[in-house]
């Protein structure tokens, strides 16, 4: 019998007690990163903005070249303080399909 004199529901109750014996110490310094940072509140994470709003904020972080690479509803960004600096590496943006279409 459980602690509540509840009989065990034995499909579960090894699991239970497995997870119960699993340190939690990854999970409380998870939720100590969160309250420092200020992600008390995760769902706000999930806010969506438009291409305008973001690009505004990377120009004002001093980023001159911020350009869309993929025509998408989520935000697919690059952005570039010194953008002669990378020319020589910046691939085109691609065209569908897209990798993560497969998922």
């Known amino acids: ?3 509540d004199d509840q009989p065990l529901n034995a499909e579960g109750a090894w699991a239970q ?4 014996r699993l340190p939690d ?3 409380r310094e998870e939720i100590e990163r969160g309250l420092t940072y ?3 509140a995760a769902p706000t994470i999930n806010d969506r ?3 305008a709003e973001v690009r505004e904020w990377l120009v004002e972080s001093g980023f001159r070249d911020v ?3 993929i025509e998408h509803t989520e935000l697919f960004l690059r952005g570039a303080r010194e953008p002669e600096a990378i020319a020589p590496f910046t691939l085109r943006p691609p065209s ?3 990798w993560f279409a497969r998922y």
């Open 38 to 40: 200020g992600l008390e």
């Open 49 to 51: 903005h438009t291409y």
């Open 96 to 98: 569908p399909p897209y």
């Open 17 to 20: 007690q497995a997870e119960a």
């Open 25 to 27: 110490r990854r999970e």
């Open 1 to 3: 019998m459980a602690d």
């Open 67 to 69: 350009e869309r690479t």
